[in-house]
């Protein structure tokens, strides 16, 4: 079993719409969660980093993590073609010596329909 | 601010043949972090750099892949032999330290494909 899992689509919705992104976990250590977003033939850009549980807003994004079922989402608001791209999660422990090894998920393929 | 480089962008290779990449992380950043992405995958360390030391290369195959970052700011991978598996992105990513920031700001990566 991975220690991260992410459906990796992929998702087309058309544009306007809620998009809902997910990834579960299986490491309790985890503490630092982060999504990216890659374009095609780009490396990945962070969009969002939370700590720990509850929720974090930025703009049309808002990332959640529920520790508790070892769960992280992330909806997109009125979607834009312009989102379209591959999201990516990411996860870390803590640790008193800092850069812990990033662990990702496969990615979800979207595509936002015009 | 100009963010990560990585040449080549892509390469072609033969299996066998070796292979260097190249990076020149953001100014300033004193970690650096080469990752392989394989297609539908996400990112993998392969090593990370604290300025000029390895301080993670636990998941470098160190029997072809080699590595090294001379004066603690641009950095070289290199393959050799290459394998047909070794066909993937590879990613070069920097932060500036963990005492400030420890976001990855990656490059665009340089596609691998050996024949």
């Known amino acids: 079993q991975k220690e991260v899992e992410q459906d990796p689509g992929p998702l087309s919705v058309p544009e306007g719409a809620i998009v809902s992104l997910n990834c579960t976990y299986s490491n309790s250590a985890f503490q630092y969660f982060m999504w990216y977003r890659q374009y095609s033939r780009k490396g990945p850009e962070l969009l969002m980093y939370?700590?720990?549980?509850g929720n974090k807003e930025d703009g049309r994004f808002t990332a959640q993590v529920d520790k508790s079922s070892k769960y992280i989402s992330l909806f997109i608001r009125d979607s834009q073609p312009s989102d379209s791209a591959t999201y990516l999660c990411a996860m870390k422990g803590k640790s008193n010596f800092g850069n812990e090894k990033l662990t990702f998920g496969t990615g979800t393929r979207l595509t936002i329909i015009p | 601010e100009a963010g990560v480089v990585q040449s080549p962008r892509y390469k072609i290779i033969e299996k066998k043949q070796p292979v260097a990449f190249w990076c020149n992380p953001i100014?300033?950043?004193?970690?650096l972090y080469w990752y392989r992405q394989n297609l539908g995958q996400g990112p993998e360390l392969l090593i990370r750099?604290?300025?000029?030391?390895?301080?993670?290369d636990s998941q470098l195959p160190k029997d072809r892949f080699s590595a090294e970052r001379l004066k603690g700011v641009d950095s070289t991978l290199k393959i050799q032999p290459a394998e047909l598996g070794d066909s993937a992105v590879y990613l070069c990513?920097?932060?500036?330290?963990?005492?400030?920031?420890?976001?990855?700001?990656f490059g665009p990566g340089t596609r691998l494909l050996v024949l």
């Open positions: 750099y604290e300025n000029e030391e390895a301080v993670d």
């Open positions: 939370t700590y720990s549980s």
């Open positions: 990513a920097s932060s500036l330290d963990r005492a400030r920031d420890e976001t990855q700001y």
């Open positions: 100014s300033g950043h004193n970690t």
